[in-house]
């Protein structure tokens, strides 16, 4: 019984910690507007750097990352030792952001927040390293090659689950890995409607052009 309701606090806090809308509660607090209101209407870290600004927005990623990083760390290392309660703080803190209890069940797209949640894993799960940090330089090569934020985010998404089948990852992690890249893809499906009509924005590096319309 004491397993059962370990599991379920911390599915439950995970859930909690995700559901903090950090990039809302800076907008309130800095300038004192709703960001859905506003840019992209996405409570993410990209829209944050976009309506608030570099050091806001760098605030918000920071915070979303650690967001994921801590539950499967920290709170599923104490209650449920073990692959199992990692991987359920895991679904419940990036469903938490993505679907946030506080602002009637709306939020981000979960990139940030799964990233802090496999940063998380790999100090726990040393058979994910590899894996982990193959996709998040993929993020970085594709961000760089195209100044797409959505671009990047879906190809590191599709790539993970193809790189911890590489390595031989245990079975349930590969299924989270699955599980973040069906939820990536999906979240992502208005910026692949802009892209498909030549309307998604990019990031304003200096060897890229700047699309007039923001995301």
Known sequence: MMNILNFVLVAGLSYLTGSIPTAFIFGKVMK????????????????????????????????????????????????????????????????????????????GKGVATSAGVLIGLTAALPAVRWPVGLCLLSW??????????????IVAAILLPVFMIVFAVPFLVTLLGIFFCILVVVRHRPNIHRLLNGQESRVPLPFHKRTSRPT
Not at 71 to 81: I, K, N
Not at 143 to 151: D, L, R
Request: proline share 3%; with cysteine.
């Open 32 to 107: 004192g507007i709703d960001i859905r209101q506003h840019g992209s209407g996405n409570m993410g870290a990209t829209n944050a750097f976009r309506v608030l600004g570099k050091l806001p927005g760098t605030a918000v990623l920071v915070i979303d990352m650690v967001k994921g990083l801590l539950p499967v760390v920290f709170l599923a290392g104490w209650l449920t030792p073990g692959v199992e309660g990692r991987i359920l703080a895991a679904i419940g803190v990036v469903c938490g952001h993505n679907w946030t209890c506080f602002l009637g069940f709306k939020g």
């Open 140 to 153: 970085v090569v594709c961000f760089f090659a195209t100044a797409y934020i959505s671009v990047s985010s």
